[in-house]
């Protein structure tokens, strides 16, 4: 049984194929083709928190795929002490092909993989985001070209998407950049694991966003205070705000350079209008292409399985 917990679940070759998978789905459906790949299987996702994107990405691909969906709450999946992780997980694994999971710990995503009989996917927890990532990846590849050819870097809170990105990155050889300030740069733990397993990666930490956005051919941003750190906000304003994505510091990249989001984006605070509103932003492509991935990563699994 395969699952997505992290990218590490994946090596490079497996990525390359989800993306040729992705971009044939992608490519019938503009051509009014929904070949129905996954009809008969079921398809149920757990959430801790909100969502807009994640959500209707998996809902919707998998019904386009000719499959069905259910969407229920920790609460009302019993994980908020009524079962535990193990029983829930074994008894949503018995009625489902694919498990999506929404949650603060990294560790409940893990357990249902090490119980479940469905393939599990992390649809988002406080470690990683590895669905995002691949679909950013994705989405360079698609509107700029050869990724060997790109520089990406990421400006904001060293997170979970960053995480994530810096590993899509050093398994498909793209040079990756991260800038934050002082005290809230990537996990040196997770950085020195990256150069470990993959000793050609080209990731570096730049303080100075100025610096680091130069020659970039994408810029990436996320919220500087996500779920959970609400109370950190009006402090965050004050760490990150010479991190802003503005008409200067995009100035500072290469002429033709990408913007990009996870959304949902705070604006006037990580970016402005200017710039996420711009002929620069491939920001909303980015997010249609949660769908698109979504679609090419369950059929992949399901595959596998």
């Not at 008894?91 to 929404?102: A, F, M, N, P, Q």
């Not at 050889?173 to 050609?200: A, R």
């Not at 008409?247 to 500072?252: N, P, R, W």
């Amino acid at each position: 049984m395969r699952h997505l917990v992290t990218l590490h679940d994946l090596d490079s070759s497996e990525i390359l194929e989800i993306f040729a998978l992705v971009q044939e789905l992608k490519d019938k459906r503009a051509r009014g083709e929904r070949p129905q790949l996954l009809q008969g299987r079921t398809m149920t996702q757990v959430f801790e928190k909100p969502s807009l994107r994640t959500r209707l990405s998996f809902e919707s691909a998998m019904w386009e795929l000719g499959g069905g969906a259910s969407f229920f709450s920790c609460k009302e999946a019993g994980l908020d002490g009524r079962e535990s992780v193990e029983d829930v997980a074994r008894v949503i694994g018995r009625y489902s092909d694919v498990i999506t999971l929404r949650t603060f710990s990294h560790e409940l995503i893990e357990l249902f993989a090490a119980n479940s009989q469905a393939s599990v996917i992390n649809a988002l927890s406080d470690l990683s985001h590895p669905c995002q990532a691949l679909t950013d990846l994705f989405t360079i590849q698609e509107i700029a070209g050869d990724l060997s050819q790109q520089k990406l870097v990421y400006v904001g809170d060293g997170n979970n998407v960053a995480y994530s990105l810096a590993n899509c990155c050093a398994k498909l050889n793209v040079p990756f950049v991260i800038s934050s300030p002082p005290g809230f740069e990537l996990c040196s733990k997770l950085v020195n694991t990256l150069k470990k397993n993959f000793p050609q990666v080209q990731l570096e930490l730049e303080a100075d966003p100025h610096k680091a956005v130069a020659d970039a051919t994408v810029i990436y941003t996320d919220v500087w205070a996500s779920m959970g750190q609400e109370a950190e906000t009006e402090k965050r304003k004050q760490i990150f705000a010479d991190y802003q994505i503005n008409d200067s510091l995009l100035s500072a990249a290469a002429k033709n350079c990408r913007f990009m989001h996870c959304l949902p984006a705070k604006r006037g605070l990580e970016v402005t209008d200017g710039v996420l509103d711009s002929s620069h932003s491939i920001v909303f492509e980015q997010a249609e292409n949660r769908k698109h991935l979504a679609k090419g990563l369950l059929v992949w699994l399901m595959q596998q399985s």
